[in-house]
């Protein structure tokens, strides 16, 4: 954030951190940012849970498997889902388009969404 000032503090000495990225610092996406949000849900707001990460099990209107991947959801207090796509350099221009399309496909969730599809009966 271009408004906002890191510094590394040295006993009685505090100078200003350099900005980088964490792709520039050697961390990913997965291995590292996701896991400090799992691992640290208030990142998300006061009082988030988790519920699922990487969430591939999207199914459009026809029932047709879609191929995207949600990085983290959340629940808050108050029953509303929290979406996070997490990006460790720049992002691209259109991903608030990515995490507004999760949204609007996890407002159609049920209490079934994810779960493995029951596997049909042989012979009665």
């Known amino acids: 954030m271009p408004d906002e ?3 590394s503090v040295d006993r009685a000495v505090a100078s200003r951190a350099q900005s980088i990225t964490l ?7 997965r291995a590292d940012l996701q896991e400090w949000v799992i691992a640290n849900p208030e990142i998300l707001g006061s009082n988030v849970r988790v519920i699922t990460f990487e969430f591939d099990r999207w199914r ?6 879609e191929r995207d ?3 983290v ?3 808050d ?3 509303h889902l929290v979406v996070a796509e997490l990006k460790c350099d720049r992002a691209p221009d259109t991903v608030e388009m990515h995490a507004i399309k999760y949204a609007a496909m996890a407002s159609r969730f049920t209490p079934d969404s994810g779960r493995p599809a029951p596997r049909a009966r042989r012979g009665g």
């Open 77 to 79: 207090p108050d029953g």
């Open 69 to 71: 991947r949600l990085d």
């Open 5 to 7: 000032l890191v510094f």
């Open 60 to 65: 459009n209107a026809s029932g047709e498997p």
């Open 23 to 29: 792709a520039e610092a050697g961390l990913t996406e």
């Open 73 to 75: 959801l959340g629940l």
